[in-house]
């Protein structure tokens, strides 16, 4: 909807420029875009990842020094906590993302472990390991579908249409697991290795942040965001052990 | 084309094909003799009466299998010649009675194969396991298998398959929350074993039916959905091989496997604290 007016707006602007009237763009927007930053972080105990097997697959497992270890809870050192998925819930939709998510099959792992993108958003699946896959989105609001991948294969072509957390996952190797977390907004930003987020590009004004744990679950804070300026916005999830 | 030199061509075919029958028996026999081809070594404690078991059942179906072929051989040559004027000799009373004669000599010699090769399979599954013996549980699915060991407490958890999360790594369905005695229960990708010690495994499929194969074992058998079904054996060697499923369960039925590991004591003792430690 939202969209739909900057359409029209856009298009009127358009119009108006070609009439010679001085309504253009960068006159509306007089302020500068600002940025919400923050750390994921946690308190408890988080549950114990487990190292994975992957005798069965050799070209696998040799890609790996050490045990690849189960991602649900990705904790990492001062309570942080990576592939949290934050978002705008309400505010600003942003710009319609254009640019590619690439999703790869990886030494028998899913990378990334949680990918964030906006409807209808293109996405590329690769396999680049020497052994065949079946990607597995398990959605319920978007139609389900698997795929096999052989070595060698091309990279599947996939858009979503509808807003959807959908878990993904290997129907050849069951200890792989990912997330697609389909929004209907562009501002949407994943933990990095330090339990660190940003979203930039946003235009003055309030937000409605989400952060979501594939385990804990969603949290919500309000956050404003000045012209040209960086809000703080962190989050802490409780963590149980089992 | 005369009379005289349709006969003599149907002599050279019976003739060829004759000799090609002998060559390709005493071929099939030699392979079978040198044993190119040939189960590999045998690690179990029960796996001589198997080999006992397949030696004699080659042995008398592989005597009928070179006779029959060689009588097949010798009446292509004999009567190869095509000649019209000899009187047909029958089976007495026709066909029938002649396929009833079959089937009896046959069915005879399968049945005799049974009850003897039923007394060794009987010996090794339908006998009680050790009272000692190391219990190990084993799921299958598509396309893996996870084995359970009960963890220092020697006790299993419960199963809730309601519970079963595996990417979480709870591939079986344990409660630690609730359960204390799931919390140290250790679930592997790999079947680690000691080595001369009796292990019973219990196995169960969460999805489909599977196969649990180990030719080194001389151990092949069914997982059925909702039975649980024991095996017991004991290895006698140290090893490492691969376990193979054997009944077709789906897409990835080529790729379920894991490996077997028999272990010195000292070895599954340290491999298990490790995964203690996990």
Known sequence: MHRRNLSILALAVLVSAAAGTPLHRSAKVAVAPGSIEGTISYTGTPPKMRPIDMAKEPTCAKQHATPVMTESVDARPGNTLADVVVYVSAGDQGPAATQTVVYDQKGCQYVPHITALEVNQPMEIFNHDQTSHNIHPMSKTNPEWNKSQPPGTPPLHVTYAKPEFIPVKCNVHLWMHGYFVVLNISHSSVSNDNGKFSLKGLPPGKYTLTAWQEKFGTQTQEVTVGSGATAKADFTFKAVQY | ?278
């Open chain 2, 1 to 278: 084309m005369t009379p005289s030199s349709g006969r003599h061509e149907g002599t050279i075919v019976g003739r060829i094909f004759a000799i090609l029958v002998t060559i390709i028996t005493l071929i099939s026999t030699g392979i079978f003799l040198s044993r190119i081809w040939w189960l590999p070594p045998d690690i179990s404690q029960h796996g001589s009466a198997i080999d006992r078991q397949i030696d004699e059942t080659m042995v008398s179906s592989g005597v009928l299998f070179v006779l029959a072929q060689l009588v097949l051989a010798f009446f292509v040559w004999r009567f190869a010649d095509t000649n019209d004027q000899r009187k047909i000799k029958t089976f007495p009373g026709g066909a029938t009675p002649m396929v009833v004669v079959a089937i009896i000599l046959v069915g005879a010699e399968i049945l005799a194969l049974t009850l003897v090769g039923s007394r060794v399979w009987a010996s090794i599954y339908v006998t009680a396991p050790d009272p000692n013996s190391l219990t190990i549980d084993v799921q299958a699915e598509q396309f893996a298998y996870y084995f359970r060991y009960p963890g220092p407490d020697g006790k299993f958890g419960a199963l809730h398959p309601e519970l079963i999360d595996a990417s979480s790594g709870n591939f079986v369905g344990l409660d630690p929350a609730n359960d204390t005695a799931a919390r140290d229960d250790i679930v592997s990708a790999s079947l680690v074993i000691p080595v001369n010690r009796p292990i019973l495994l219990q196995l169960h499929a969460k999805d489909v039916s599977h196969a649990f194969y180990v030719p080194e074992l001389r151990i092949q058998q069914d997982f059925v959905p909702g039975l649980v079904i024991p095996v017991h054996f004991t290895a006698i060697r140290t090893a490492r091989t691969e376990i193979v499923c054997t009944q077709l369960c789906g897409l990835g039925h080529y790729n379920m496997r894991a490996y077997l590991e028999v272990k010195t004591d000292a070895d599954f003792q340290k491999w298990l604290n490790e995964q203690s430690a996990q």
